[in-house]
T-cell receptor, first 114, second 116 residues
Framework: NAGVMQNPRHLVRRRGQEARLRCSPM?????VYWYRQLPEEGLKFMVY????????ESGMPKERFSAEFPKEGPSILRIQQVVRGDSAAYFC????????????FGQGTRLTVV | AQKITQTQPGMFVQEKEAVTLDCTYD???????LFWYKQPSSGEMIFLIY??????QNATEGRYSLNFQKARKSANLVISASQLGDSAMYFC?????????????FGAGTRLFVKA
């Protein structure tokens, strides 16, 4: 009965490196959402994906950030050339459909850029 | 404009007492969903309760209930019989829209401290 699995839980990157965050949704869930949480703030929506499709990326920064959810395997959030301002907790959530039901969150990946 | 407003940055409550965490929202959609999540110090997001905009009765889940006042656009969380383990950040959130793009918008959160 695995929930949403995110890895790694903690990630340290030097400025300029790439960060790859993985999210495996709950079994049977084909909708994935990524959120970013800065310290002492609420979660901010980044991107909503279904299998092989980006549905809404209105919260994604225009540069350096990308997301995918391939037919096989986990969803990946990629941040290229990380900067200190990218340090945050990144949460993934999944749901079985896109309607108004609760989404189940992973435990998050805490990215620290040094 | 703020879509979700939580006006209480921090709240204190005595153990075993009830506490209300405020949340107001703003939307022009007729169909939307309201959520409360708990985030303990360990960092994970725990779903607590959900209220659909067309639900006529207030949602309840164990010690959690949602005081939904649609005309006032408020969705306050009531925690009865507070426990020490309830100390955490609490986020109110709204999901709107019927088509694609069911993004959820979160409030800034309320930090609840339960005193022994």
């Amino acid at each position: 009965n695995a929930g949403v699995m995110q890895n790694p839980r903690h990630l340290v990157r030097r400025r300029g490196q790439e960060a790859r965050l993985r999210c495996s949704p709950m079994k049977g869930h084909s909708h994935v959402y990524w959120y970013r949480q800065l310290p002492e703030e609420g979660l901010k929506f980044m991107v909503y994906l279904q299998k092989e499709n980006i549905i809404d990326e209105s919260g994604m920064p225009k540069e350096r950030f990308s997301a995918e959810f391939p037919k096989e395997g986990p969803s990946i959030l990629r941040i290229q050339q990380v900067v200190r301002g990218d340090s945050a907790a990144y949460f993934c959530a999944s749901s079985p459909n896109g309607r108004n039901t609760e989404a189940f969150f992973g435990q998050g990946t805490r990215l620290t850029v040094v | 404009a703020q879509k979700i407003t939580q006006t209480q940055p921090g709240m204190f409550v005595q153990e075993k007492e009830a506490v209300t965490l405020d949340c107001t929202y703003d939307t022009s959609d007729q169909s939307y969903g309201l959520f409360w999540y708990k985030q303990p110090s360990s960092g994970e997001m725990i779903f607590l309760i959900y209220q659909g905009s067309y639900d006529e009765q207030n949602a309840t889940e164990g010690r959690y209930s949602l005081n939904f006042q649609k005309a006032r656009k408020s969705a306050n969380l009531v925690i009865s019989a507070s426990q020490l383990g309830d100390s955490a950040m609490y986020f109110c959130a709204m999901r709107e829209g019927q088509g694609g793009g069911f993004k959820t918008i979160f409030g800034a959160g309320t930090r609840l401290f339960v005193k022994a």
